[in-house]
């Protein structure tokens, strides 16, 4: 038997997982094998302590070939993986809303002076200018409660937009709020006619430079066969849940938990993402990310100390994913929640004293432009 202990096939590192420098990133790779076997990591022979091997590994690129490979009498067993190698990170994070079609449907009915009359962009605005935030915008075409489509959106204000491109971007997030789950099926074509309209449409009323590829599509539910209609449109970070709440203690099969909002990710991938956070798929060429914070669903007194358990992980805490949906803002929703603005704020005035700064999670490596 040969097993890694502490890297796997798709692992994001940095400096806090080795000693890093101009030259490269040295890391540790640690794992099991056969007493008495000979183990050889990227062809160098390492010390086995019974079944224990640890051995220095440097990391030079981006993406990082590790072969490790262990013969004894029994044959020769070998485990290849590719690291990412995250080289002069920092703490980052995005945030974008979901669920969006209000917003638009008021402007286009009211008729505004200005966007950042309406009261939604107009909190935008603030919290970009009281913390410098970024945000990505994710569009419904259609608006399921109001019968309006972003086709009837007018092009007036397209100088507003072009002049705060820097901070705010929309993006394709579905068709419409329903049905749930819309791009579940492997060939991808309504995926990328959807997504090819939305694209078309906010150029014509917005311009060049305000559509941007999304990091979550609606139900983050996309068959993994259809992946690469979003990776050839220029999304490289998908976020999501990735697996739901643990059972309460006095049930029986707390052991028991399930992958959902995740890209149809299997259960292992979902604990690992967990834990970890981030995790490149080689095979798809996108990484996925764990949501951290849903403005809606995180009461305003757990904002702080559900944060707090991301900033402040052992195992990575370098990027945050921060989100929230439009329509609990709206007091004539079903669901508004009063104080949601304040659950926003809140969370961005903390992750921004803890030294997380604002990025567009799909430029360069997780808004991370070394690379580039």
Known sequence: MLELTN??????????DGVESEDGLVVQVEGLAEPGSLVLVNGVRTELVGRLFRAPVTLV???????????????????????????????????F??????????IAKQGYRSLFDHFYLSFLQ???????????????????????????????????WQDNANWLKLSFHGHSEFPDRPYAWPDGEKLAADYDLMESEVGRFAGV???????????????????????KRGVKVLTGAFIGERAPAHEPDIQFRTADIGYFQDTETALYLETNRV???????????????????VPLS?????????????????????????????????????????RVETALRYVTEQGYQPVFFNDGFMGNLTWQ
């Open 7 to 16: 890297l796997r096939h798709g692992a994001v590192v940095n400096a806090c």
């Open 61 to 95: 690129r981006q993406f990082n070939d590790i072969v490790v490979s262990s013969r004894n009498k029994h044959g020769e067993s070998q485990r290849r993986i590719r690291v990412v190698w995250d080289r002069k990170s920092f703490r980052r994070y995005s945030f």
């Open 97 to 106: 809303t979901d669920d969006n079609a209000f917003f638009l449907t008021d």
């Open 126 to 160: 603030r919290m970009h200018r009281e913390y410098g935030t970024t945000f990505t915008v994710n569009l419904f075409y259609h608006n399921d409660h109001h019968g309006f489509t972003i086709c009837d959106f007018p092009d007036r204000y397209k100088g507003e």
């Open 209 to 231: 430079g305000v559509f941007y590829p999304p990091t979550v599509i609606h139900w983050a539910m996309v068959h993994p066969r259809a992946l690469h209609v979003l990776a």
């Open 279 to 297: 995790l490149y798929d080689v095979e798809q060429e996108l990484l996925f990310a764990k949501a951290d914070f849903c403005g809606n669903q």
């Open 302 to 342: 757990t904002v702080i100390p559900t944060l707090a358990v991301a900033c402040t992980s052992p195992v990575y805490r370098d990027t945050l994913s921060l989100m929230t949906h439009e329509q609990y803002f709206y007091d004539h929703y079903s669901s508004y929640i009063p104080d949601h603005r304040e």
